[in-house]
């Protein structure tokens, strides 16, 4: 890296001095080589703090300067390695969290008055600091993206903690086979008649945001009129996707089906291989016909396996209806370690309706077909498997390797990243302003920096 010569320093410094003279309200908060960073901006993210409902904390603020303090390093090192995010990505990431806020407000009108202001200035306001994050996130992931452990670390990292060694609870492997409710052609069709009635109310001239607060089902952007933001064609369900890229901005879609329900469908606009569009769901609602044919499908299939005609493992392939179980012989994933895909899981991690199942069968037991709910509400029929059980023990290298060798990883991980931000620290000029002095975390950011 540069270092930042004393001309440019005095520059910085005379900038910084002189706009928190003239700006009394937005001042500089602090700077980083060549990156200014506005008190505003801090006010603006322990605002959005304070609306997920945490309480008053005058130190968050520390916290929230140092975040911003390594996204700034971070996307200082990603402009020399050429490390850049889409525009539709950052308009995604924006979209998400206006969607997750306006839930929690209870709409768009309550969160424009938590504001003061409009939604669409607010977008604008914290779209540079979301394109900083995801700058900074992607130039992390680089510094790291190489780092492995070899057996012999994960001995040594295992020997360096000594009587600090983890213990572990009952620990649990368990399959799922996910059943759920088909409706006939005629059950599905009041479902169709209702979205094709609200497709014509549009194209009579009702609004279609308007509809979509209204009666779209999707809990993820009916409160923000259906709106999706931008995706690509990977994003979104094979259906939607087909009729996201066909239409032309304006039109609407036709009534068609996916895995979800029902939609239709309106582009706003497109930006190469990028959509903005916006939808309205109406999803098909169980019936008692449906559940009791799906009860004898259920049994037949249970019947099959413990008659041992069939393997748990093959029946989940071929009868499952869960995507994430269905292809790992119906083995659920540990949640909290998804990526090395892990089917151990602590039971205190399960899901309770699923422990009082297991709890009381034995290895290799499979249960009974049972009624559910899906966290969306929908139900079905579920058939567990204890494939396998372990006791509550010391953690150990026999046992638990795997989980030894991810928490070897991230200690190099963030050993890692420890070294680079020291380095980045020592040859980069930071000035943080006199209000942040008591702040204990960032003593760090200004110890041996200097202008170099």
């Not at 759920?180 to 009702?206: C, T, W, Y």
Request: glycine share 6%; with cysteine; aromatic share 8%.
């Amino acid at each position: 890296m540069k270092k930042v010569s004393l001309v440019a320093i005095a520059l910085i410094s005379m900038f910084f001095n002189g706009f928190a003279q003239k700006h009394n309200i937005d001042k500089v908060a602090a700077v980083v080589g060549n990156n200014i960073i506005l008190l505003s901006d801090l006010n603006q993210q322990y605002t959005q703090y304070l609306y997920q409902g945490n309480p008053p904390n005058a130190d968050i603020k520390c916290r929230i300067l140092q975040n911003t303090l390594t996204q700034k390093l971070l996307k200082q090192q990603a402009e020399i390695d050429s490390v850049m995010v889409e525009d539709g990505q950052v308009d995604d990431e924006v979209n998400k969290r206006m969607r997750y806020s306006m839930q929690r407000a209870g709409g768009q009108e309550r969160l424009e008055q938590f504001l003061n202001k409009s939604v669409l200035q607010y977008k604008d306001e914290i779209r540079p600091s979301v394109k900083d994050e995801l700058i900074a996130q992607k130039m992390q992931a680089k510094i790291t993206e190489n780092i492995n452990v070899t057996p012999m670390e994960v001995e040594k990292y295992f020997k360096t903690l000594g009587d600090s060694v983890p213990e572990f609870n009952t620990e649990v492997e368990v399959g799922e086979i996910i059943l759920n409710p088909q409706l006939s052609k005629a059950e599905k069709q009041r479902f169709h008649d209702k979205i094709e009635a609200l497709r014509l109310r549009v194209k009579s001239g009702d609004d279609f945001g308007v509809l979509a607060k209204t009666y779209s089902e999707d809990p993820g952007s009916s409160a923000d009129g259906g709106d999706l933001g931008f995706f690509d064609r990977s994003t979104m369900a094979k259906e939607f996707t087909a009729w996201a890229f066909k239409l032309k901005a304006g039109e609407i879609s036709p009534v068609f089906e996916t895995e979800f329900g029902f939609h239709i469908l309106q582009v706003i606009e497109r930006r190469g291989e990028q959509v903005h569009a916006r939808h309205i769901l109406v999803r098909p609602q169980t019936t008692p016909e449906s559940l009791t044919r799906l009860k004898l499908h259920a049994d037949s299939i249970y019947n099959r396996i413990i008659s041992n005609k069939l393997t748990f493992a093959a029946a989940a392939n071929l009868f499952s209806d869960d995507k994430e179980t269905k292809y790992n012989g119906g083995m659920m994933l540990n949640a909290e370690n998804v990526q090395a895909r892990s089917t151990i899981i602590p039971v205190d991690k399960l899901d309770p309706a699923v422990f009082l199942v297991i709890d009381t069968m034995k290895v290799g037991g499979v249960s009974k077909p049972d009624l559910f709910s899906s966290p969306d509400g929908k139900q079905g029929y579920r058939i567990l498997y204890l494939k396998s059980k372990i006791p509550p023990h010391k953690a150990n290298m026999v046992q638990d390797f795997p989980k030894i060798r991810d928490a070897a990883q991230s200690d190099k991980i963030n050993r890692t990243l420890s070294e680079w931000f020291e380095k980045r620290r020592e040859s980069t000029y930071i000035k943080i302003d006199d209000e942040f002095n008591n702040c204990s975390e960032l003593k760090i950011w200004t110890k041996n920096t200097a202008a170099k």
